[in-house]
């Protein structure tokens, strides 16, 4: 007789690997390519205002790397001059999977516009210093849009980071890949499967990561940097402000300037005047002859001191225009 | 950016084409299965289904497990010794409609167990959320040089 094959069996051949023993599984493959098959890891974190994007990535960094936590007001950074020290740091210190976080990406000293520019130039450059310490890069920003091409290609996770409520922020977890024979970009999940004696097993893709908040050390010291930062940006927001401001008196200074200019023009104005033999003889104002006297008026300005001057005494019929003279 | 999931059918492998057709073949056999058997020809008492489940077995081999492999061994050569045990003196009919009934019932067995190994095998993909519970567990577990072993006593082969 054959043993009879009960459900206990297939439940022992196929054990269901539940949510929590699949994190242990996911994030020791993030940790086994830093630490053990020596790649770096680039990862942008992107979602709406306050959907836990910063924490999301304070998290990634904290379950991946020991040095973190204790450094964690050093890694977190917000300007090009901290991410170079948090790299020079890691350098001088040789942190094996260092993991840095550029938060707030594009609000920092560099605009949002040439922010992943200039970022992915100095990531770069410091990939290659410090890429044989195999960092842990993750990017956190509000727009997928800022992502240029270069640094979609620098990236090589893009997680979507979304929350319905205050416990936890799901995670996306795309991986993109890139088609070197079409040009194109594309992303795909994460897959995990079982290899028994060469059969493989059931394929699980992790479409998500229920991450919760941070223990209580992490967001503290988490918040107390961030808010640090976004306190020095109201400052610097308010010192804009004052400049625009200042900006705009001194267009105003500059525009009675041209009124004045103009008053000396029409006064003096056989000092700025030239003759034109095309189509005749004609006089004119020579703008010219208006920044040589004003050196610094520019070419537009100029042009438009000889136009306002000429109106001026064309309306005090003070020169004819258009008219053959006697030379 | 060109966005394409797996999931979108975008590209199609010979392997998942094949993979849809074993799917398709068995859910055929069980069909078959539940509705009225019928006899291929006189000089055999196989039916339609007894060997549908027999190929299925083969097209599934790949992706069986060895215990698994080792009980449909066990099955069929348990069928061979039941038909062996079928008593001579009955007539023909007879005897061919007790192999049929034993064939019937060891195919059934197959197909269930085939069933499973269809579901767990690779050809099928789950998706699956993921879950922080405890922080000192998924730290003490994620900072591990060796593999962790998400199915129990197996090693893992992961890609991403």
């Given at each position: ?15 269901t690997p539940t949510s929590e023993t699949l994190a242990w599984a996911y994030f020791?493959r993030l ?16 979602g709406?205002?306050?959907a836990g994007?910063?924490?999301g990535?304070?998290d990634f960094?904290?379950i ?93 996770g893009?997680f979507e980071v979304y929350r319905t409520n205050?416990s936890y922020s799901n995670i996306k977890p795309f991986w ?12 795909k999940y994460p897959i995990f499967c ?8 059931n394929i699980y893709k992790i479409n998500n990561i229920k991450i919760p ?115 | 950016?060109?966005?394409?999931t797996e999931q ?116 099928s993909v789950e998706m699956k959320e993921i879950e922080v519970k405890d922080?000192?567990?998924v ?9 962790v072993?998400i199915f ?6 992961k890609?991403d």
């Amino acid at each position: 007789m054959h043993d009879q094959f009960y459900e206990l069996d297939f439940d022992r051949i196929y054990p269901t690997p539940t949510s929590e023993t699949l994190a242990w599984a996911y994030f020791n493959r993030l940790y086994r390519k830093l630490h053990v098959e020596n790649f770096s890891l680039l990862i942008t974190f992107y979602g709406r205002h306050r959907a836990g994007k910063s924490l999301g990535a304070v998290d990634f960094g904290y379950i991946l790397d020991p040095t973190f936590l204790p450094n964690l007001e050093s890694r977190v950074v917000y300007t090009s001059k901290a991410l170079m020290q948090a790299f020079k740091d890691i350098r001088v210190k040789k942190i094996k999977g260092g993991a840095v976080i550029i938060d707030e990406a594009g609000s920092g000293d560099l605009s949002s516009q040439r922010w992943y520019e200039e970022v992915s130039k100095i990531v770069s450059a410091e990939l290659q210093a410090v890429g044989y310490l195999n960092p842990f890069i993750g990017f956190v920003t509000q727009s997928f849009s800022f992502i240029n091409t270069t640094a979609r290609k620098l990236s090589q996770g893009v997680f979507e980071v979304y929350r319905t409520n205050t416990s936890y922020s799901n995670i996306k977890p795309f991986w993109i890949e890139n088609n070197p024979w079409i040009s194109g970009s594309y992303r795909k999940y994460p897959i995990f499967c079982e290899n028994h004696n060469g059969v493989a097993s059931n394929i699980y893709k992790i479409n998500n990561i229920k991450i919760p908040l941070p223990p209580d050390e992490v967001k503290d010291r988490y918040i107390a940097h961030s808010q640090a930062y976004k306190d020095k940006l109201l400052v610097d927001s308010e010192e804009e402000i004052a400049l625009l401001e200042f900006d705009k008196n001194s267009k105003k200074v500059y525009a009675s300037g041209i009124d004045a200019i103009v008053e000396e023009v029409v006064s003096n104005y056989t000092d700025y005047t030239s003759v034109s033999q095309k189509k005749g003889v004609n006089v004119f104002l020579n703008p010219d002859l208006i920044r040589h006297s004003h050196s610094d008026l520019s070419i537009k300005d100029s042009k438009l001191v000889k136009a306002l001057a000429e109106k001026r005494l064309v309306k005090d019929n003070k020169v004819l225009f258009k008219q053959d003279v006697d030379l | 950016m060109d966005e394409r999931t797996e999931q979108s059918g975008y590209q199609v492998q010979g392997s998942d084409i094949l993979k849809k057709k074993i799917f398709d073949y068995v859910f055929h056999l069980c069909n078959l299965a539940t509705t009225k058997e019928t006899e291929i020809a006189d000089y055999t008492y196989e039916t339609g289904f007894v060997r549908g489940v027999k190929l299925a077995k083969s097209l599934m081999w790949k992706y069986t497990k060895p215990e698994i492999k080792e009980t449909i061994k066990n099955i069929y050569s348990q069928l061979e010794y039941n038909i062996s045990r079928i008593p001579e003196k009955l007539d023909e009919a007879q005897k061919k409609l007790e192999k049929q009934m034993l064939s019937d019932d060891a195919s059934m067995q197959v197909l269930e167990i085939l069933l499973v190994v269809m579901l767990y095998s690779s050809m099928s993909v789950e998706m699956k959320e993921i879950e922080v519970k405890d922080w000192q567990s998924v730290i003490g577990k994620a900072r591990d040089d060796n593999p962790v072993r998400i199915f129990g006593n197996e090693i893992n082969e992961k890609e991403d």
